[in-house]
């Protein structure tokens, strides 16, 4: 799955950089797979550390220290750099207290992308908010429910109703199904999954052939469940582990982090980005930088969260 997660990273850094198939954004699709995938793990990591009501703030705090250590360095170097080779006023001290908070960046996505200092970072905001409300999901039994009415919410984004790249990829009412989807997964759910599954199917078919269905990442956000999900579920199911596996997925959540700093970067040096030497000038940087903060930022942290929340989970059983 590491190898995986980091395809899906670069996946996405190729599409900022001009890369696409025939009007296909394949970062879309990627993102999507993303989405399943922690639909999968999230479920996974809650069944078996954090079952009952009493530990979902320990499954908060797991998530916060999880998200937050390389997103916080990345969001502080990005700003450094918008100040040093753009007008101070690049970065407010509210806008970067806000985009600290992390939660609202999808919505800022959808109504001031400006203020959002690392573009890619909205996805983080629907990220936290589905860590959010899955223990609540999972715990009311409800998940079939939440599934179907957001797959109810998605349909007018897929008819154009409502923006279909706001409704449909980026706030999480029209994407939760997408979520639970990898939750299914995870909880061998297969009716359900199925069913859904060949609803997304067919509304990817008539996107393609039926012209007024074309809207913008319909058929990238369809595609992204058709195809992840099978590789997702083989992937899990044949669990090959090893370190170089272990260390791609570990470098993926920087690239995905720090690729447009490196973008700007070299578009204020002079580096023309969207030529081949200029991609690969990006992606070869981006892999180093996440390299670094995956030694100096995530690893320690990773060795901190276990910590502490194990230390206050014992706390917390022996005064119960």
């Not at 970072?121 to 609540?136: A, D, H, K, T, V």
């Not at 930022?297 to 119960?320: A, G, N, V």
């Amino acid at each position: 799955m590491g190898f995986y997660r980091l395809i899906l990273a670069l996946l996405v850094l190729l599409s900022h950089c001009g890369y696409q198939f025939t009007g296909y954004n394949q970062g879309v699709a990627a993102v999507v797979s993303f989405f399943i995938i922690s639909g999968y793990v999230i479920t996974k990591l809650i069944s078996k550390k954090f079952p009952k009501k009493e530990d979902v703030k320990y499954f908060y705090l797991d998530r916060i220290l999880r998200l937050f250590p390389q997103f916080i360095f990345y969001l502080v170097l990005t700003s450094i750099f918008y100040l040093y080779f753009d007008d101070p006023s690049k970065v407010g001290l509210t806008q970067f207290m806000v985009n600290l908070s992390m939660l609202p960046l999808n919505t800022f996505a959808v109504y001031i992308n400006d203020y959002i200092i690392v573009p890619q970072s909205w996805s983080l905001g629907l990220e936290i908010q589905f860590y959010i409300i899955i223990p609540l999901i999972l715990l009311g039994g409800k998940k079939k429910v939440w599934a179907f009415a957001s797959l109810t919410l998605f349909l007018p984004a897929y008819l154009g109703w409502v923006n279909t790249d706001y409704f449909g990829y980026r706030m999480l009412t029209g994407t939760l199904f997408i979520f639970i989807l990898g939750s299914m997964m995870a909880a061998k759910e297969q009716i359900t999954l199925l069913i859904i599954y060949m609803i997304s199917a067919a509304m990817l078919i008539f996107s393609i052939l039926y012209k007024p269905l074309s809207h913008a990442f319909n058929a990238e956000v369809l595609s992204g469940i058709i195809i992840g999900v099978p590789i997702v579920w083989l992937l899990f199911k044949l669990n090959l582990k090893n370190r170089f596996d272990s260390l791609a997925g570990d470098l993926s959540y920087g690239v995905y982090l720090n690729h447009l700093m490196f973008f700007y970067i070299f578009n204020k040096m002079g580096f023309n980005v969207l030529m081949i030497s200029g991609t690969l000038l990006i992606i070869g940087s981006s892999l180093t930088m996440s390299y670094i903060s995956l030694r100096l930022i995530e690893q320690p942290f990773y060795r901190f969260r276990h910590r502490i929340i194990r230390k206050d989970f014992i706390e917390h059983q022996l005064s119960t």
